[in-house]
């Protein structure tokens, strides 16, 4: 038993791809379990606690997202990332709602995969650290005890909104945050729908995140879906 090794549990009823994966997985030195259904997938996360979840939606049994629900309301907060053909926003904004930590559309290249992986690796490692009082990105810095915004060491001067949403991205690093969750977080329940809010905020911080007339690449939407605040770079 290899213990210091990181424990993916692969929910996925294709043996072909479930086989795509393993390789590659297991060739960047994860340890893999797997499950062909939804219910063994459960069974298997109450079972082993893995570190990860790759889940597929279309399953034998129970759907993916009926997997996520299960889970999270059993307060299983394992990071869940979901593998699916399914490309369509609503579909992809029910699994981030349902507990959801990232969603990846099929087919994908195995390096896109690790990318994610490794955010999400990261992730846990800041929630480790009580995410972090201060954090940086390229030229960025944001500290979120004083509230303040420094780009190239230079205090950017942002609205109680602006950094309210960009405070909510941060601290949900490598994470898609959906419209409606930033709509509840910034504006609250009354404004959870209007979309065009944010749409011009985010506008305005991306303007105001600008280096040499370049917008800033770590804030990245996702159509119709979201936001990411991406450190992956
Ligand atoms: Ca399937």
Redesign the pocket.
């Known amino acids: 038993m290899s213990s210091n090794k990181i424990k993916v549990l692969l929910i996925?009823?294709?043996p072909q791809i479930r086989r795509f994966l393993k390789i590659g997985l297991i060739h960047s030195g994860y340890a893999i379990e797997e499950a062909e259904s939804g219910g063994e997938g459960i069974r298997l996360t109450r079972a082993i606690r893995p570190d990860l979840i790759l889940l597929?939606l279309?399953?034998p049994d129970i759907d993916g997202q009926q997997v996520i629900q299960t889970l999270r309301a059993e307060k299983i907060y394992t990071p869940i990332m979901v593998l699916s053909v399914r490309n369509e926003p609503a579909e992809i904004i029910r699994a981030l709602d349902n507990g959801a930590d990232n969603y990846l559309v099929k087919p994908f290249i195995m390096e896109e995969l690790q990318a994610h992986l490794r955010s999400l690796q990261r992730r846990a490692v800041q929630a480790l650290h009580g995410e972090g009082e201060i954090l940086e990105v390229q030229d960025l810095r944001i500290d979120l005890a004083r509230h303040e915004v420094t780009l190239k060491g230079k205090v950017v001067d942002l609205s109680p909104k602006e950094f309210k949403i960009l405070h909510e991205l941060a601290c949900h690093a490598n994470r898609v945050l959906t419209h409606r969750h930033l709509l509840l977080k910034v504006w609250g329940p009354a404004q959870a729908d209007e979309h065009q809010y944010l749409r011009v905020y985010m506008g305005q911080l991306r303007k105001k995140l600008m280096v040499n007339g370049k917008e800033p690449t770590y804030l990245r939407t996702l159509q119709g879906v979201g936001y990411i605040f991406d450190t992956s770079d």
């Open positions: 996925e009823d294709e597929d279309g399953l």
